[in-house]
């Protein structure tokens, strides 16, 4: 090492791995998460069966589920698990290939490092290699309109296929894309915003997937306090109440002293006067209908089912405010100074049979999405494929671009970087060209995992990029080549551009570590809660770094 190193001074138990070994260590633990993952890339990728501490079973194909649920206790590792979460905040899709290529980018760099080229060479052509890739997706992408059903179709199928909603995916693919399009709006600059607040999903079992509707409004699981209550209205009054309709509790230290019946009465005369005010407030302001996030006493229930109000106590607080966007009403907090201009109009309808109440506003805001599922963890595994979906049509309308996936884009840019590397000096060079090589890798996992022959399809995709076919990829299904944008399917080029630059990130970030300290044992093989020491954390890695 250099010299005027800083002493460093460790307790009995510390470990210190340093240079090459530190590299290798840390290349081998981010590369074992990476590579857990890679089996469930693609239309044919397989699940993975979760148990948690608790025994709760999680069936899932999703790259972020898994990793979270895996409870990974290595620091290196966790850097892979938070390229997942990264790509997931940002463009709720691709979790797995970011995953995968970073884990692809350690390999080959290693490779690079075994050949003494200096960590920092390899970094910086990283660097060079994600920024130059990231700008050919843009040269790649194809533009799409909000209103271009069909194309956005597409791209929630491909992000559906795999998933547990694909079974139904036509029928949920057209969900989503009106789901998307009935929340999206037109900005003064021309560019469109999707405003997912305004759409939500409400899950039931018992039915087939493909029986799931969308809806105008609000959907809200709730039911009247009182069966004598009205439950269906054309053109209601709607008041939204965040404030008990109780009597209000006496100070905690007042005592009520009653020494005779007269007092009782007296007392219990208060009480019923009180909630009568309350609910002749209601009355007064011309509310036929309350969605109450708070209690309401019974006597009041039997005042408000008098009046003919529709009264729904313990409304949860998510479903109060996904109401005050379908309705445009404000949620009242004191009964005191509610006036007939908190009320907001719209139709309030019964499903008895569900066990719902639809609501929606006089100016149509807001969606909600029905979903079915057989059993709980088919509708799990089906919320979260529809809540990527929806994430990346969003992304895809509010972005306005399109990729043609099944590996296409990836062997394209992978093409186009090694043109590039010519121009790149020095061993950096060598890092554009393993960054090219580690792209290729999504296209042979989707050939893997396909049961096909990735090296053989991979000579074929390559041939047909070389021969200017941008679009050629692989259909998984027929096992050949194809135009993939033709065949429908199509990504979106933010998740891309955002994965490869994460990926690239993770690799730099363990690749840049050339000494561990730890307080713990290093070596103490899978042992997730041993070694409990402070900073330590390291145990496991040996479970993490076989060779996978
Ligand atoms: P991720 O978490 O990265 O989104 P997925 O399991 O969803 O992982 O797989 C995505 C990959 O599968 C993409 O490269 C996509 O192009 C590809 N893909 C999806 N549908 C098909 C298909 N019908 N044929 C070939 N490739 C497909
Ligand atoms: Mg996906």
New binding site residues.
Partial sequence: MQQGQPMIIMGDDAQRVQDKDAQEYNISAARGVAESVRS????K?MDKMLVNSMGDVTIT???VTILQEMDIDNPTAEMVVEVAETQEDEAG??????VAIAGELLKNAEDLLEQDIHPTAVIKGFNLASEYAREQVDEVATAVDPDDTETLQNVAE??M???GAELDKDVLADLVVRAVQGVTVEADDGSHVVDLANLNIETRTGRAAGESRLLTGAAIDKDPVHDDMPTDFESANVLLLNDPIEVEEADVDTSVNVDSPDQLQKFLDQEEEQLREKVDQIVDSGADVVFCQKGIDDLAQHYLAKEGVLAVRRTKKSDLTFLKNVLGAPIVTDLDSLTADDLAVGSVERDGDEELFYVEGEDAHGVTLLLYGTTDHVVDELERGIQDALDVVSTTVSDGRTLP???AVEVEIARRLRDYADSVEGREQLAVEAFADSLEL?PRV?AENAGLDAIDLLVDLRAAHEAGDQHA?????AGEVVD?AEAG?V?TAHAKEQ?IASAAEAANLVLKIDDIISAGDLSTAGGDDEGGAPGGGMGGMGGMGGAM
């Fill in positions: 469930t890339l693609g239309p990728g194909n999703d790259g899709d691709g979790t797995t290939s970011a491909t992000s296929t795999g998933k996936g099944g590996g999504i989707l990829g692989l259909d998984v299904f993939t399917v990504e994965a």
